[in-house]
C-alpha cells in the first residue's frame, strides 16, 4: 500500500481490502485478509464492518467470510447505463451541434441532482462551457430540471419541489409555484422544457427527454446559447430540433420512434 500526502491512509486501506477480496476465486476469512493486506487487526475489523454495513462486501457463513457486495452490481448498472445514454446520444447531438452551431448537452437526474453527461461546444462566436459532470441542485430553474418535473405525477411533483426548494437563482427564476405549475404543463404538452436566464443571467436553454427501452424517462438532449445567439421567436425552432434529437436518441435505446 502506497501513500502520498494527496490521499487519505483509511480509504487506500478500504480500497486495498476491496481489491484483495475481489481478487480471490473464493471468500475470504479475517485471517486471510490478515496475510494479504497490511493493515493492523483492529483497523481492518473497522474497515471489514464498515464496508459491510454500506454494502460493498458481504459477511456471511459461520467463519463470516467475506465477499463483494451487491452494491457493486447496483453501481455497475447505473453506470451502464449512463454509458449507453451518452453513447447513443452522441451521434445525435453531432448532428444538432453541425445544423445549429450551438452548444449541445446531454444531460440526467440523478439523486434529485441533474449531471451534465456529455457536452458540445457551439462553434458560434461565443459559445458556452461547463465542466462535464457538474451538477445543478435546483430543477425549477433549468430546462432540463423543467422537463422532469412535468412528466412526473403533480404529487410527486410536489414532494421534490418542496424537498429542493424554488429559490431565485437570477432575477429572472420562477419561485412561484403556480406559474412554475403552468409552465410544466405546457413543458409536457409540447415535449420540450425552456429556461430564459433562470439559472444564468444571458443564457437561455432548451431540452426534450429521452427514454430507454422500458420507457423510462433516463436524460435530456438540449441547446444552450447566450442570449444574442437564441432570439425568443426561435423558440418553437429549437424545440423542434431539440425534440427530434432525443426521439432518434430513444429509439436507439430501444424505445418506439415517434417522428410525429
Not at 25 to 36: A, G, K, T
Not at 106 to 130: F, H, K
Not at 184 to 210: M, N, S, T
Request: aromatic share 6%; proline share 3%.
Amino acid at each position: 500500500m502506497s501513500e502520498t500526502k494527496n490521499t487519505v491512509p483509511a480509504i487506500e486501506r478500504a480500497v486495498d481490502v476491496l481489491e484483495c477480496i475481489s481478487s480471490s476465486d473464493r471468500e475470504m476469512s479475517l485471517s486471510d485478509i490478515i496475510e494479504q493486506v497490511d493493515i493492523p487487526r483492529q483497523s481492518l475489523i473497522r474497515i471489514l464492518n464498515t464496508l459491510c454495513s454500506k454494502g460493498f462486501l458481504d459477511k456471511s457463513g459461520k467463519r463470516g467470510l467475506y465477499r463483494i457486495g451487491l452494491k457493486f452490481l447496483y453501481l455497475g448498472h447505473r453506470l451502464h447505463d449512463k454509458y449507453d445514454l451518452r453513447n447513443s446520444a452522441w451521434k445525435h447531438m453531432k448532428a444538432l451541434s453541425i445544423q445549429t452551431r450551438k452548444t449541445i448537452e446531454l444531460a440526467t437526474l440523478d439523486r434529485d441532482q441533474l449531471i451534465l453527461l456529455e457536452q458540445i461546444r457551439g462553434s458560434e462566436s461565443m459559445s458556452l462551457y461547463s465542466r462535464v459532470g457538474s451538477a445543478i441542485p435546483y430543477l425549477h430553474a433549468v430546462s432540463v430540471g423543467k422537463v422532469y418535473l412535468s412528466l412526473m405525477s403533480k404529487e410527486k411533483r410536489r414532494q421534490v419541489i418542496k424537498k429542493i426548494g424554488m429559490p431565485a437563482i437570477t432575477k429572472y427564476t420562477i419561485t412561484d409555484p403556480e406559474i412554475l405549475e403552468t409552465e410544466l404543463i405546457q413543458a409536457k404538452k409540447c415535449g420540450f422544457g425552456f429556461e430564459d436566464q433562470e439559472l444564468r443571467e444571458g443564457v437561455r436553454r432548451i431540452a426534450a427527454p429521452i427514454f430507454n427501452s422500458s420507457g423510462k424517462h433516463v436524460g435530456c438532449i438540449g441547446i444552450s446559447a447566450p442570449i444574442f445567439n437564441f432570439d425568443l421567436k426561435d423558440k418553437e425552432k429549437y424545440g423542434e430540433l431539440v425534440v427530434d434529437a432525443a426521439r432518434k436518441t430513444s429509439a436507439d435505446m430501444g424505445y418506439p420512434y415517434d417522428p410525429k
